[in-house]
C-alpha cells in the first residue's frame, strides 16, 4: 500500500514539476534544473538547521541566522537582520520585481520548544536519516518551511526569474511563546520590511493515512487565544468549621457551570467551505452530520457527536474554553481566603470579548467569584483571510498538481503569528509538508520526542512551495 502511495506521489510530482519548469522558463528562459542536486541541497540545509539548538526557552536563533544570511549572501541575494535582542535576531531577504504588484511574503520560524534529551532515541539535534525519515526537534516545526523557503528563494536567484513583485523571505525570532522578539517587534518597528499582498507560512500541510494522501489543508484564519482568571474570594477559617463561604466551593461551582455551558455554534466563510468540502470525501453518515453543521444543526446532534468523538471539530464551531489551572490553599485545616483557576479560551476571529466575559460573569452569577480577563497569550484578532483571490486559487491549483487531492480551507484552533499580519490586511495562508495521520498518536509529531519528517515530504513540500511562489510572483508572458 505504501509503496503504490509512494509511487502515485513520484508521478504526480512529475506532472507538477513539469508545470514548475514550464512556467519557470516562459518567464525568463530558465536554465533546467537538476532535481536530484536540489534534493540533496535541499537535505544538506535541512540537517544544518535541525543541527543548531534555537530552543525557546531560552531562545538563540543566533546560528540559524547567521547561517542563513550567509547562504543568502553567497548567492547575491539582499539579506538583513532586526533584533530586539541580539540573541533573538530575525532575518529579512528580499529578490526585487517590477512592482507591478504588490509583494508576497514567505514566513517561518526559527525557534523550536525546548527538550527532554532524555527521551529522545535519536539525539533531538543530530537530523539523524533512519528509514525514509529525518529525527530532530524542529523537523516540522517549523525548519521545514524556513528551509524550503530558503531553497525557494535561492532557485528563484538561480533560474533569474523576472519577478511582477517583490518576494519577501522572513525568518523570525520568538514563535514559540515569545513573539515580543520576532512578529511583534517586526509589526511595531519594521512592518515596511515585510509588508505585503499574500503570506505563505506554516499552519497547514497533506494529510495522508495508511498511505495514502486524503486532503490538503490551508489554514485560512485561527482562533484567538485568551487568559482569563476566575478568582473566587471567602472568609478564611478552620478546616473542623465549614463555611458557606469557602472560596473553593465557589469556585468549584462557577468552573462546572462554565463547564456545561455550550458556546453557540458560528461559521465563517473558512469553517462553511471546510465542512462543504469535508463532505464531498467523507462517508455518508461523516458526511450527514457536516451538512446537518450547515444547515445549523437544530436538534444539536452533530455538535453533541462532535463534542464526545471529534473534540477539535467542535472547538472549531465556537469559541471554546478550557479550566486548565487551579490553585489556592496552603494547609488541610485552613479554609482559604482566595482561590483562582485560569481558563483558556480560544476565541472565533470575530468575537467580541467584553461581551463573552460578561455573559460568562452572567452564567456564573455569583458575586463571590470575580472574572478577570488577563494579559498575555493573546493575539490580535483579524478577518479570514479571502478565498476569493489569486493566492488561495494558486495554491488549491497547486495542491492538484503535486499532491492530486481536495484542499480544505481551515480555521487553526491553535495560534499562529500570521494573526499579526492578518490584522495589517494581509491575506495569510498557513502550508505544509505531507504528514502522516498515524504519526503524531505514536509520539512521532510536532512537539513529540521523537519528531520527524518524511525525506520524501520534505523534497515535495520544497517543489510545491517553490511553484506556488513561482506562479504568484513570476512575470507572465
Given at each position: 500500500m505504501r509503496h503504490r502511495s509512494s509511487l502515485t506521489l513520484a508521478f504526480t510530482?512529475?506532472?507538477?514539476?513539469a508545470h514548475v519548469f514550464a512556467v519557470s522558463t516562459a518567464a525568463q528562459s530558465a536554465s533546467p534544473v537538476n532535481l536530484a542536486a536540489v534534493d540533496?541541497?535541499?537535505m544538506r540545509h535541512f540537517q544544518a538547521l535541525v543541527r543548531m539548538d534555537t530552543s525557546d526557552p531560552p531562545g538563540n536563533e543566533v546560528p540559524?541566522?547567521?547561517y542563513l544570511k550567509r547562504i543568502l549572501e553567497a548567492e547575491g541575494i539582499e539579506a538583513k537582520v532586526f533584533a530586539l535582542d541580539p540573541q533573538r535576531p530575525n532575518l529579512v531577504a528580499r529578490l526585487r520585481g517590477n512592482g507591478s504588484k504588490r509583494p508576497l511574503l514567505i514566513m517561518a520560524h526559527t525557534d523550536t520548544v525546548n527538550i527532554d534529551p532524555k527521551k529522545w532515541k535519536h539525539g533531538p539535534f543530530s537530523a539523524t536519516r533512519e528509514g525514509g525519515y529525518v529525527y530532530g526537534r524542529g523537523t516540522v516545526d517549523d525548519k521545514d518551511n524556513v528551509t524550503s523557503s530558503l531553497m525557494t528563494m535561492l532557485l528563484l536567484k538561480r533560474s533569474k526569474v523576472a519577478l511582477d513583485r517583490d518576494v519577501i523571505f522572513l525568518a523570525e525570532a520568538g514563535e514559540e511563546g515569545n513573539v515580543k522578539f520576532g512578529i511583534e517587534f517586526m509589526v511595531r518597528e519594521h512592518m515596511a520590511e515585510i509588508d505585503a499582498e499574500f503570506c505563505l507560512a506554516e499552519g497547514g500541510g497533506v494529510v495522508r493515512t495508511g498511505g495514502k494522501i486524503q486532503y490538503a489543508s490551508i489554514q485560512t484564519t485561527e482562533k484567538i487565544p485568551n487568559r482569563i482568571r476566575l478568582v473566587a474570594n471567602g472568609v478564611a477559617g478552620h478546616g473542623s468549621v465549614p463555611l458557606r463561604s469557602n472560596a473553593v466551593v465557589h469556585l468549584?461551582?462557577?468552573?462546572?457551570?462554565?463547564?456545561?455551558w455550550q458556546p453557540p455554534m458560528r461559521l465563517n466563510e473558512t469553517t462553511r467551505a471546510f465542512f462543504e468540502r469535508l463532505a464531498t470525501i467523507s462517508t455518508p453518515e461523516d458526511a450527514a452530520r457536516y451538512r446537518a453543521i450547515l444547515a445549523g444543526d437544530e436538534t444539536g446532534t452533530a455538535q453533541e457527536y462532535f463534542a464526545e468523538n471529534v473534540p477539535r471539530f467542535n472547538s472549531t464551531l465556537r469559541t471554546s474554553i478550557s479550566p486548565n489551572m487551579i490553585s489556592g490553599g496552603y494547609r488541610v485545616n485552613v479554609i482559604p481566603s482566595e482561590v483562582e483557576a485560569t481558563l483558556d479560551i480560544r476565541a472565533l476571529p470575530d468575537e467580541d470579548m467584553l461581551r463573552f466575559l460578561d455573559?460568562?460573569?452572567?452564567l456564573i452569577n455569583d458575586p463571590a467569584v470575580e472574572v478577570v480577563h488577563a494579559p498575555g497569550h493573546s493575539r490580535p484578532g483579524?478577518?479570514?483571510s479571502r478565498l476569493r483571490t489569486e493566492a488561495f486559487e494558486v495554491l488549491e491549483a497547486a495542491v492538484k498538481r503535486h499532491y492530486n487531492t481536495i484542499t480544505l480551507p481551515t480555521m487553526s484552533t491553535g495560534a499562529t503569528d500570521m494573526a499579526y499580519l492578518r490584522a495589517h490586511g494581509i491575506d495569510c495562508f498557513g502550508i505544509g509538508p505531507m504528514i502522516d495521520s498515524?504519526?503524531?498518536p505514536q509520539g512521532f509529531g510536532a512537539h513529540s520526542d521523537q519528531e520527524r519528517i518524511l525525506e520524501e515530504a520534505l523534497f515535495a513540500f520544497t517543489r510545491f512551495n517553490y511553484d506556488v511562489v513561482l506562479s504568484l510572483a513570476a512575470t507572465k508572458p
Open positions: 510530482l512529475l506532472l507538477a514539476l540533496e541541497e535541499t540559524a541566522v547567521e468549584a461551582k462557577a468552573i462546572a457551570k462554565i463547564a456545561d455573559q460568562l460573569r452572567k483579524a478577518p479570514p498515524e504519526d503524531a
